[in-house]
């Protein structure tokens, strides 16, 4: 028996003295303390878990003992037990027996109420317990043991936002890999799920069959059985009825999801797409055109010029204006940090619009130094949903951006270099949040009580933001990428590696109506040549 188990106890014994022969009247005068303070007693140590000073009150040495109080926890799960003990009634001069009721609360299961008895006796001048596996439970003889039969009800679905079964054979890989799998359940699953579980049990493994595992599988009818030493039932001592699972909705729009992956699959590198709901944050898509890892969720990567967007955004709260005159040099030098513009490009003096569309980072770099510290940068960042937690029902790696320690730091890190890293579903998070003027925690599940609150971006942010976001369309970096009309986005080309020469992720980040979205492909180049297209064909491919 595992100690630290809550047991209360209850006494209402009452001594039935009887002693009319000559041997009872003998032991009545010369028998030390009563039947019922043993009992009271040997119960009050079964409750602290107290082996030594139940075996105290014993009549005599006996075998099977430590092996018998563990059944019910073992071969149970017993978590708690309430015990309470009846009226104690003296059998004869020099025996009694305490009746008791005994109430375990079974993990998983429920409560299961039965009744037992202890058997007294007066052995050198005290009344000890005459002690056998019966004094547990009446059905155990040493021989016998207790046992758990379930029947599990049939496994509910994982579905779409339509309510389709999304967890069959027939669903594409990137959906497979957001519902999981099922397994074989090994002695630490059935540790960590409980007595209800057997190994060998079908039980969820990755994904949302993981997260979810005991609403999807239901509560088994459960039987409470003897069994013999074959493991063979030979009694029934009480059947607990089950409930079936429940069903776990998505939030995944399935013309979305096919969209995504039409627009991904074809593509010769790693590439992943998601795409959700604005105004709630709904996941509408999650998609990765290469197996194994789960890039879309769990990727970290430099988001390169996609993070202009939320320097803009704490740039235009401290006052600049999109139609404020900036310059885009070919070089420029911040902290110490020489910065150029990709293909050492320069546009000269230009509108603060102008320099985000066609993504300056010798423009962004020395207004991040001049208007904002590391921490208003950081601030904005996490407004837009980076350093939040992810709770979208299955693992997602948050967004991280460290606080500059430096202007060189803060310079690198306001054209999404340095040390920040996100993942699509992070930056999806930050188009939608322009989008809507609020960023919104992602959600998978909708049903999942969220961490992270939703954080309403400045006054006049979002607005502004919008219109710069689509002058990168209609005349930026993604002009020639065919984006249908409506469309409003930033690319990113975001260096990464070491040495002088250095490879590129390609990104587009955006919105069209009530879908939000990023795309990243790795090693792909530059993101208005190479993602941009990937959202075009996404965006072309979403149903009417």
Request: hydrophobic fraction near 40%.
């Amino acid at each position: 028996m595992r100690r630290g188990r809550i047991i209360a106890i209850t006494s209402v014994a009452t001594v039935l003295v009887a002693g009319a022969a000559a041997g009872g009247a003998y032991y009545v005068l010369h028998t030390r303390g009563s039947a019922a303070e043993t009992a009271s007693r040997f119960t009050a140590a079964w409750a602290r878990g107290d082996l030594a000073a139940m075996r105290a009150d014993l009549a005599a040495p006996v075998s099977g003992f430590e092996a018998a109080y563990a059944e019910p926890d073992d071969n149970l799960g017993a978590s708690r037990t309430a015990v309470r003990l009846g009226p104690v009634t003296e059998t004869g001069g020099d025996r009694a027996k305490a009746a008791y009721t005994a109430t375990l609360t079974l993990k998983n299961i429920g409560e299961w109420t039965y009744t037992g008895s202890l058997e007294l006796v007066v052995a050198d001048r005290h009344w000890k317990v005459a002690w056998t596996p019966a004094a547990v439970h009446p059905a155990l003889t040493g021989s016998t043991h207790l046992a758990l039969k379930t029947t599990w009800p049939q496994r509910a679905a994982i579905e779409d936002a339509s309510g389709a079964r999304i967890d069959g054979p027939d669903a594409g890989g990137s959906v497979q890999q957001l519902a999981g799998y099922l397994d074989k359940a090994t002695a630490k699953d059935v540790a960590k799920l409980g007595s209800a579980y057997k190994t060998g049990d079908p039980v969820g493994r990755g994904g949302l069959q993981e997260t979810f595992q005991k609403d999807l599988a239901g509560v088994p009818t459960t039987r409470i059985v003897v069994t013999d030493g074959s493991k063979k039932t030979v009694r029934t001592l009480k059947t607990i009825e089950g409930s079936p699972g429940k069903p776990v909705r998505t939030s995944l729009d399935p013309g979305v999801q096919r969209a995504a992956v039409a627009a991904v699959r074809d593509l010769d590198k790693p590439a992943s797409l998601v795409a959700m709901r604005p105004a709630t944050g709904e996941i509408l898509a999650v998609v990765n055109n290469r197996g194994g890892f789960n890039r879309a969720l769990d990727g970290r990567y430099p988001p390169g010029s996609t993070f202009k967007t939320v320097t803009a955004a704490g740039l235009l709260a401290e006052g600049l204006t999109p139609g404020q005159k900036v310059t885009c040099p070919k070089q420029a030098n911040v902290g110490g940090l020489p910065i150029r513009n990709s293909d050492h490009e320069s546009f000269g003096s230009l509108t603060f619009q102008d320099s985000y569309a066609h993504s300056c980072n010798t423009t962004f770099a020395p207004l991040a130094a001049e208007h904002l510290d590391g921490g208003r940068l950081l601030q904005v960042a996490t407004m837009m949903g980076f350093n939040q937690p992810l709770t979208i029902g299955v693992p997602a790696t948050k967004g991280s951006m460290p606080k500059p320690t430096g202007l060189a730091d803060l310079a690198a890190e306001s054209f999404g270099q340095g040390r920040i890293t996100a993942s699509p579903l992070v930056m999806a998070g930050v188009a939608a949040a322009v989008a809507d003027g609020t960023w919104r925690p992602p959600t998978l599940v909708p049903s999942l009580a969220q961490k992270a609150r939703p954080q309403e971006l400045p006054a006049g942010v979002a607005e502004k933001l919008r219109a710069m976001m689509a002058a990168v369309v209609n005349e930026g970096t993604a002009k020639g990428a065919g984006l249908p009309a409506g469309t409003a986005g930033k690319t990113g080309t975001a260096e990464f590696g070491t040495g002088p020469k250095l490879d590129s992720h390609a990104w587009f980040i955006g919105f069209r109506g009530d879908v939000a979205f990023a795309v990243v492909v790795e090693a792909g180049g530059m993101g208005g040549a190479v993602a941009a297209p990937v959202a075009a064909r996404f965006l072309r491919g979403l149903p009417g």
